[in-house]
């Protein structure tokens, strides 16, 4: 989607302002906003025809330039030669607040990452407040293709945008061709709570996704659950349909996607979810979101908010009546963290597996009922999480009536689905459809490294050699760095902090003896805080505070993350050893399980950033017989043997 208005200086020096904002107007519907609109657009206009007069005249600019993904538009885009000027403009403004800071760096970034004309591009932010005090700019170049912002008045802005010309400018690049740069692809990658914002205000997967690869699978994936709910609607029949995916492939957006695209005979569907963490901060996401968007109390817009559920929760309210449940249409994220039964009888004093709660519930409508399992890949990370098998010895043991939907890597037990199998033997009894749209291949969390996952394997899988080339030839776009310093690491990730962009520390919660170095994993925090609050709150995770474990990071995600490395997880010669803290002394884990456990923490919170990874491993002590040097020597220096560069 092209600017509202595009045109070089010298055509535009010789447009009547009315004709540039009657460009501007078109589609803004509100009487009273455009009015106040026209009024910024005037003065945008005739301050900038003042500004750019004695720039050249060949350079281009374009006013209202869409960003999706933020469902904004950029004020002012100046394509100079092989520059990109964004210019965010503040009418009346006699600050340069950190806000419009935040904002004009965001639209870089975003222009950066998923712009395909910007890709490769010197980009300069700039936040003019017309009435500013002047404030002296840096123009150091901090080897980021977003160079630092810099700060204009009306005075100033021909001057600052000469400055940052002259000092940016290499001949060597090409130009920018301004229509290929107005009408170029734009691929967005949301965070899960942006996407889950975007689908509730109204858009759609192909809008929020940032490949056509990876948007046609969820589509593809959405349209094959719906035509299944609807053959189950008119033969009467109930429904399990298992949805698998490579880690990062967006099964939790696919689910989301299909609540919010559903319609049956009782109303929406419900999104179940056993990641109290993930209800918690999307539920408080869209509640804020909501409450901003209609303008109505945060109170009132949580109490709308009801369809994403926890699921410990919803089977409480069931397994404590017989009701029949509300929605016809259960979806179920993470589904094979689902608790046994021995698990279940000792936690909440019930009889069943969870997977065997679920479908006693929903197996009381007469009709037809519809379960979505969202299948995660290697990420049971506690005891008593069943895994899989447990559905599948359920389905065969008690509801054999209900008819199963699978894609071929589940019945296969492919290992990018942790090879995973529904059934050891599939039975002959039962109703079983391949659909190969049931799983999604096309990683979207990590943009700028498809080849993340595989990497985090062969890591974890002992495979050095394999980890080297990956991250050699396949992770170039994707940042990692190792160091042995925590104020490294919190630089660094200061330094990433830029726009919106989310930077925080994680670690296993079974790396006890970080809290020497004031990293306390038992410290509670508030993830819906964590996630969502701004960058200057202690409680936020910019402020590099407060570590989450792989328990409040599971299906969320930072764009930097800095992993903080505990002692349970430790190379020991040539094998990985695994350890749990008890009372005051490390003890050696036997139990395959376990180890698989522990395995699987690192492997989550290896995957959690979206735009680069830094890993702390922290020195040790020579007086502290719980952190001995050679704990995380070995594991340090297996990093450095895959080729981590070391800060």
């Known amino acids: ?96 607040n950190s806000d419009a800071i935040s904002q004009v760096e965001d639209y870089s970034l975003d222009l950066r990452d998923f712009h395909k004309e910007s890709s490769g591009r010197s980009i300069i932010p700039i936040v003019w407040a017309s009435e500013a005090k002047e404030k002296q700019n840096s123009y150091d170049d901090i080897g980021d293709f977003v160079k630092p912002t810099l700060f204009a008045n009306n005075n100033t802005l021909h001057s600052v945008i000469r ?46 996704s940032r490949s056509h690869a990876g948007s046609e699978n969820l589509t593809d994936t959405t349209d094959a659950i719906l035509n299944a709910i609807k053959k189950a609607q008119n033969n009467n029949e109930k429904i399990i349909c298992f949805i698998t995916g490579v880690p990062g492939a967006g099964k939790t957006l696919a689910g989301l996607n299909i609540v919010h695209n559903v319609e049956n005979n009782s109303g929406k569907g419900v999104f179940l979810s056993g990641n109290g963490p993930l209800v918690k901060v999307l539920t408080e996401a869209l509640s804020r979101d909501n409450s901003k968007r209609n303008q109505i109390p ?90 899989l098998a447990e559905w599948g010895k359920t389905i065969n043991k ?61 890591l974890l899988e002992d495979e050095p050699l394999k980890a080297k080339e990956l991250l050699q030839n396949h992770l170039k776009n994707y940042p990692i760095f190792l160091t042995r310093s925590l104020n490294t690491t919190r630089k660094f990730l200061r330094n990433k902090n830029r726009g919106n962009r989310r930077t925080g520390l994680v670690a296993s919660s079974g790396a006890r003896r970080l809290r020497p170095l004031g990293l306390d994993v038992t410290a509670e925090i508030d993830v819906a805080n964590w996630f969502l609050n701004p960058k200057e709150d202690i409680r936020s995770s910019c402020f590099l505070e407060l570590p989450a474990t792989e328990f409040a990071v599971q299906g969320l995600e930072l764009d930097w993350v800095g992993l903080c490395w505990g002692d349970d997880f430790r190379k ?76």
């Not at 005037?42 to 060949?58: A, G, M, R």
């Open 572 to 647: 020991e010669s040539e094998n990985w050893s695994f350890h749990a803290f008890k009372g005051t002394k490390w003890q050696l884990e036997k139990k395959d399980d376990r180890k698989q456990f522990i395995k699987n923490k690192y492997r989550v919170l290896l995957t959690r950033g979206r735009e680069g990874l830094i890993i702390f491993i922290p020195e040790g002590s020579d007086t502290d017989h719980t952190r001995p040097k050679n704990n995380y020597e070995n594991t340090y220096q297996y990093l450095k043997k895959i080729g981590i560069p070391e800060l």
């Open 1 to 96: 989607m092209p600017g509202k208005y595009i045109n070089n200086i010298s055509s535009f020096l010789n447009s009547e302002n009315e004709t540039v904002l009657g460009y501007l107007a078109i589609g803004v519907t509100n009487h009273q906003l455009l009015m106040q609109q026209r009024t910024s657009w005037n003065h945008q206009i005739t301050f900038l025809k003042d500004s750019v007069k004695n720039l050249p005249q060949e350079w281009t600019l374009i006013f209202e330039y869409p960003i999706p993904r933020r469902s904004k538009r950029i004020d002012l885009i100046l394509l100079a030669e092989d520059l990109i000027f964004v210019i965010e403009f503040k009418d009346k403004e006699k600050k340069f």
């Open 298 to 387: 945060l109170a009132q817009s949580r109490r709308e908010i009801a369809f994403v559920q926890n699921v410990h929760q919803f089977l409480d309210f069931y397994h404590n009546n017989d009701q029949i449940p509300q929605d016809k249409i259960i979806l179920f994220d993470e589904a094979q963290r689902a608790w046994n039964a021995e698990h279940s009888k000792r936690k909440f004093d019930r009889d069943y597996s969870e997977a065997q709660m679920l479908f006693n519930i929903m197996n009381r409508n007469s009709g037809w009922a519809v379960i979505v399992a969202l299948i995660g890949s290697g990420q049971e990370i506690n005891t008593g999480e069943a895994g």
């Open 398 to 458: 008690n509801f054999s009536n209900w008819k199963i939907y699978i894609s071929p890597e589940l019945k296969e037990g492919k290992s990018n689905i942790a090879n995973y199998k529904l059934f050891e033997t599939a039975p002959v009894d039962l109703s079983i459809t391949e659909l190969p749209e049931l799983h999604l291949k096309v990683s979207i969390r990590s943009y700028k490294a498809e080849k993340l996952s595989e990497w985090v394997v062969a």
């Open 163 to 208: 400055s940052a010309f002259e000092y940016f400018t290499n001949s060597v690049n090409k130009k920018v061709i301004p229509g290929l740069w107005n009408s170029s692809e734009y691929f967005p990658t949301p965070t899960i709570i942006e996407a889950a914002q975007h689908l509730f205000s109204g858009q759609n997967v192909r809008e929020i």
